[in-house]
């Protein structure tokens, strides 16, 4: 049963565009919800991450927001840039105990120039 | 902080053999996790170590699969009689023993069974 769905699959925004990247999950105990940033080859990068506490958390041009009784979350990237293309990954966890990460199937993100 | 580091990047090997991989993680992270990612998915939990100790292990980590963290510091994931199916990133995560603290991780390994 998958507990994090994460949409689109891709993504093609052009260069200074938004890019908007949305995830909802099943679990109502899931209380830390990562986003993280892959390029081909490498592990993933954690980009920023919010807890249900706040509605919305901005760092940059990254901004997280959380709607909690949608169960759904999404990252926005602002004045998106060629060098954002990458995979994204939403996860969610339950803090407490082993906090493991479930984490979403990915987007493509590739921004044109 | 140097990262998590993982080793080797790549290994290729022969359906059947067996293959084990290091990490290790930043140095003052007790908490590292395994995670498995397949080619257009999201990595997959497979254990967790607190220290020494495996608190939890995944039913994705059948019993070909070991796990170890002998004196809390670097970790070794070892498959037995590897099959086809096993072919993927290993990733290697870590972080502090505390809660609400972010992973992070290392580059993985790629195995490719033959």
């Known amino acids: 049963q998958q507990q994090v769905k994460q949409s689109p699959q891709s993504l093609i925004v052009q260069k200074g565009g938004i890019s908007i990247i949305n995830c909802a999950y099943e679990n109502t105990a899931f209380d830390y919800f990562p986003w993280y940033q892959q390029f081909p080859g490498k592990g993933p990068a954690l980009l920023i991450a919010?807890?249900?506490?706040?509605s919305e958390k901005k760092e940059g041009r990254f901004t997280i927001s959380f709607n909690k009784s949608a169960k759904q979350f999404s990252l926005h990237i602002m004045d998106s840039q060629p060098g954002d293309s990458a995979t994204y990954f939403c996860?969610?966890?339950?803090?407490?105990?082993?906090?493991?990460?479930?984490f979403g199937q990915g987007t493509r993100l590739t921004i044109n120039p | 902080d140097t990262g998590v580091s993982q080793d080797p990047r790549h290994k290729i090997t022969k359906r059947g053999q067996n293959v084990t991989f290091r990490c290790d993680p930043i140095s003052e992270h007790n908490r590292l996790y395994w995670y498995r990612q397949t080619l257009g998915q999201g990595p997959e939990f497979l254990t967790y170590?607190?220290?020494?100790?495996?608190?939890?292990k995944s039913r994705l980590l059948s019993d070909r699969f070991s796990a170890e963290r002998p004196k809390g510091s670097f970790s070794t994931l070892e498959i037995q009689r590897t099959e086809q199916g096993d072919s993927a990133m290993y990733l290697c995560?870590?972080?502090?023993?505390?809660?609400?603290?972010?992973?992070?991780f290392g580059d993985g390994t790629r195995l490719s069974i033959l």
């Open positions: 995560a870590s972080s502090l023993g505390r809660d609400g603290q972010p992973q992070h």
């Open positions: 996860a969610a966890s339950i803090v407490g105990g082993a906090q493991k990460l479930v």
């Open positions: 170590f607190q220290n020494e100790a495996q608190l939890e």
């Open positions: 919010i807890r249900p506490d706040v």
